[in-house]
């Protein structure tokens, strides 16, 4: 009896103070990726040497190269990532470096003053995450979500070194939650502000995540509330005023972010994206040896792109999945399958639960988050509009592999990471309303579990 009492205060305690909580764990996953990087020399992850150039330029010489300079250029490939308006990640990990410099000026405090802006957009991701599913699910299913993605060995892996792919993540998060917000409550202020913000954030930081700008613009359109024909003409001029107010703030905190960097680029190079430069850079100053050393792209094989997926034994496909859950250092040190059946599984089971919701819901006529209160239009182009950002995302990249550079690393399909979490969602709360479905991937969960022992055991076993 006293047991069960105390359980029902840590309950009640717990509910009182949940926020409490949720900044506690966020707080935990920042020293846990802050410890992560404390321990790692330069240079243990792809590209990280190539990164960290930029902030040392900018933190030497007070501003941004050109792509040009010697000290921001990767010889090998004759390429610099100076080239690119997606310099965000790079311009705040100088101004950290340049804080830190004041105070204990040696290389090791400077590298983790750059990491930093990687551990903070990761520790920020968990933070929206909970924002997210908070507005659309029951407690645990938020929970769930929200420590299975702060706890994926990629994700902390990524917010551990200097990069890209977890600034743009953030970015991708902050525009997840504008739309879920503006789903529920419409388009005001705040939502119009994160909107902007996210779209900076992705705008200065990776390519690959560009599908959620894009489908941010149906979205904004689809879910506005516009003027009725029975509507009062006094309701009819505050809707009017409502949207206009919304897209103004969401164009002009948008464009004064985003048109410095791209402007400028335009000026120096000709191009928004910094394409002909490297082509140009590549051209005049790549190793021709090295160049010549690469292996063919699929398309230039003579492939098509579904001979690409089964290519040597399916490798692309897999290594892609594998990568995604976690690979660490120059993609050399991979995890045994055994590690990674939580993650397939809790991945697997939300999203499989996620297509028999929508099949329920369709039979009902019900939204399947109708609990969370949204419904109708602004529901489907929810549903539409996240699931397009994901497939351009893992379009980009298939073809990014499949044309330029043949690659399978998960990274690259990270900026749909929030779109996946959604679906899981959805998933997570259609299985708690049907128990019987608890016991089919407990039965899934097991034959899993012996074919990844076999696999990764037996097979790998040499015969005595």
Known sequence: MGERNFMKRAGEFFLKHERFFEILFVLACFFFYLSWALVKGEN???????????????????????????????????????????????????????????????????????????????????FVLFRIMGRLFSRPVKWLIAVTAALIPQYAFLSSYVNNDIVAVFGTLVILWAWVYAA?????????????????????????????????IPFFFLTQDYPKKTDAPEVRRAKRRKFLKAFLIVFCIAAALLLPLYLRN???HGDLFGD??????????????????LPKTPKAMGLSVLDMLSYNNWYWPQITLRSFFGYFGFMTYMLTTKYYVVYYFLFAAGLFAAVLAFIEARRRHVPALAEAGIRGRNA??????????MLITIGLYTWYAYASDFQAQGRYVYPALGGFLLFMGIGFTHIKRHPRILWFMAFVALVANVLCAYFDVYLQTPPV
């Open 44 to 126: 243990y992850a792809p590209d990280e040497n190539m990164r960290l150039m930029i902030p040392r330029f900018i933190l030497k010489h007070g501003k941004l190269p050109t792509g040009w300079e010697g000290e921001v250029l990767q010889y090998n490939w004759g390429i610099s990532y100076g080239f690119k308006p997606t310099q965000l990640p790079a311009i705040l990990s100088a101004l950290f470096m340049k804080a830190a410099s004041l105070v204990h000026n040696t290389d090791y405090t400077l590298l983790i003053a750059a990491r930093l802006t990687s551990i903070l957009a990761g520790a920020g991701g968990v």
């Open 184 to 216: 529920k409550e419409g388009w005001g202020a705040k939502q119009s502000v994160l909107l902007a913000l996210g779209i900076a954030v992705v705008g200065l930081s990776y390519f690959n995540a560009f599908g959620w700008i894009l489908m941010s």
């Open 380 to 389: 489907a182009a929810l549903y539409l509009c996240v699931l397009a950002s």
């Open 266 to 268: 335009l000026i120096l």
């Open 276 to 293: 002909a430069a490297t082509a140009a850079s590549q051209a005049q100053r790549a190793n021709p040896d090295f160049m010549a050393s």
